[in-house]
């Protein structure tokens, strides 16, 4: 995320687009930045879009950079998947593959809250 801010801040900003990126200030003034000013792009990790919630023209494009699969190298994760698999599931139909679409479709939900809201989902997971 920092890396894709730092490489695009620049150019928007000198077309007159602020630039807010997760992590250079109090989340709650973020938002409050993001939500009061026209054509204002917020750099964030799935934290940050899972919990904000900004219906109407403010909010027109949520990018994820991959699928949103849980981490393999979570211990909670990894004891939810054995948990699935000692009942006779798979790991991966069963739980991991439901979360991510779960997850998924948060992603959307940001975008669309009203009936009226417009924008796009862009998923840069080349795998």
């Not at 250079?24 to 973020?30: E, F, I, R, V």
């Not at 994820?64 to 849980?70: E, V």
């Not at 069963?94 to 992603?107: A, C, E, N, R, S």
């Amino acid at each position: 995320m920092r890396m894709v801010h730092e490489q695009i801040a620049g150019p928007l900003h000198e077309k007159g687009y602020p630039v807010l990126c997760q992590g250079d200030g109090a989340l709650s003034k973020l938002r409050e930045e993001f939500e009061q000013r026209d054509e204002v792009s917020l750099f964030g990790v799935r934290s940050l879009w899972e919990g904000i919630d900004v219906p109407g023209k403010s909010l027109l494009f949520v990018f994820m950079s991959k699928m949103p699969f849980p981490s393999l190298g979570d211990p909670v994760e990894s004891a939810r998947v054995a948990a699935v698999e000692r009942a006779g599931g798979n790991g991966f139909y069963d739980y991991f593959l439901p979360k991510t679409i779960f997850t998924f479709k948060q992603g959307f939900g940001r975008l669309l809250r009203l009936k009226e809201d417009r924008g796009a989902v862009i998923l840069l997971d080349k795998r």
